[in-house]
Antibody, heavy 120, light 110 residues
């Protein structure tokens, strides 16, 4: 059974940093690209970042480019999101997301999400 | 990167059909056959109902169908049922390892 378990969320002041982690199991992690998608409370979904299976390619939404860094450790079946210079508008649930196939562009498994609250 | 444009809400009585549009540009929806649709119930993680514009995952009823014309993709739900009431989001690949979601549409079954 595919499982994606996020951790690392919490309350942080504007301008500070936070690192999210996602522990993956139930599939061959290094066969798949992985993504982060966020959702502010009561708002819509926003794709944040993605990383190719071997880290050769990464992508970022304009809203986080230059502040967030996605990475992965295939030996530990783990995905990370380093978030620097946090802003109040970064407050959201952050979901770790797996695509359907190694080369597909849709997302068929989502974690339960971890809440990041940016507030002074 | 701009969010794809969806209507804020749609509604219909049980048994009827509704269509939700998703308008982008030639750089996203119009440029790739990689549009997917997600159904989200309150407090739950999204669930994919259509991928690659027209494909339906196993377990999703054939009442759900997808299409695309130019820069606009559409999700049609026929034979509306009460359990279809949810928020729906479109998503498209936008090139250069970038994806973009729509703003979401609330479906109400009257």
């Amino acid at each position: 059974e595919v499982q994606l378990v996020e951790s690392g969320g919490g309350l942080v002041q504007p301008g500070r940093s936070l690192r999210l982690s996602c522990a993956a199991s139930g599939f061959t992690f290094d066969d798949y690209a992985m993504h982060w998608v966020r959702q502010a409370p009561g708002k819509g979904l926003e794709w944040v970042s993605g990383i190719y299976w071997n880290s050769d390619y990464t992508g970022y939404a304009d809203s986080v480019k230059g502040r967030f860094t996605i990475s992965r450790d295939n030996a530990k079946n783990s995905l990370f999101l380093q978030m620097n210079s946090l802003r109040t508008e970064d407050t959201a649930f952050y979901y770790c997301v797996k695509p359907r196939h190694s080369s597909s562009s849709d997302f068929d498994y989502w974690g339960q999400g971890t809440l990041v609250t940016v507030s002074s | 990167q701009s969010a794809l444009t969806q209507p804020r809400s749609v509604s219909g009585p049980p048994g009827q059909s509704v269509t939700i549009s998703c308008t982008g540009t030639s750089s996203d929806v119009g440029g790739y056959n990689y549009v997917s649709w997600y159904q989200q119930d309150p407090g739950k993680a999204p669930k994919v109902v259509i991928y690659d514009v027209t494909k339906r995952p196993s377990g999703v009823p054939d009442r759900f169908s997808g299409s695309k014309s130019g820069n606009t993709a559409s999700l049609t739900i026929s034979g509306l049922q009460a359990e279809d009431e949810a928020d729906y989001y479109c998503c498209s690949y936008a090139g250069s390892y970038i994806w973009v979601f729509g703003g979401g549409t609330k479906l109400t079954v009257l």
